[in-house]
């Protein structure tokens, strides 16, 4: 599904340069959970945009399936993440003024659906917050906004999941419970890519690596 070859990111200024993904190779099946961990400015969080086409590698190859989103200008960038990916970020990323219902909407505005009320509705109650529809964020759990974000994530059936710290708000009962949410998700079989520092979050997932000044040290499969 997904395939990486030589892939290199260098951040430069006028007087320096940083290498922050430093000739990653990497193949991601369909229907895989992957953990990608690493210390603070190892490159992790880098990789994950690259793989959700936020960012672009200043060498090396990018594939998903047969579409080479290395090559891609901005405009087939954005069409790339409606149809293929959604996001899932530590700090939930919702629109205060919106409510749980309108954030999750948003997706689907985007891409021109018509019957939306009923998709997000049926979403909603899958992942049991129908009844936080009419709340905005500040009058929500941050494990319930985790959820709205999830949902957002979700309703408009993208292909993958990248969630970037999806647990590091989150107290360690309820980001276990969105853990538990994120491998049930993984079973019905979406991919689900998870950058984490917390090695019991990636011990949940069956793929793992680690990635230290931009390279890929440790490679592990359950």
Partial sequence: MIRLKNINKIYSNYENETKALNDISLEIGQGEMLAITGTSGSGKSTLLHLLGGLDMPTSGEY???ELEVSKMNDRELHAFRKQN????FQDFALIGRY??????EL????RGVKNRREIVMNCMKRLGIDHLAGKRPAHMSGGQQQRVAIGRALVSNARILLCDE???????????EVMDLLEEINREGKTVIVV??????????????????????TDASD
Avoid: Q, S, Y
């Fill in 99 to 104: 409510t749980a219902f309108e954030n999750m």
């Fill in 85 to 88: 990916i959604g996001f899932v």
């Fill in 107 to 110: 997706p689907l505005i985007a």
């Fill in 63 to 65: 594939f998903f399936d």
């Fill in 196 to 217: 984490t520092h917390d090695i019991k979050v990636a011990e949940r997932c069956r793929c793992r690596i680690e990635i230290e000044d931009g390279r890929i040290v």
């Fill in 166 to 176: 999806p647990t590091g708000a989150l107290d360690g009962k309820t980001g276990g």
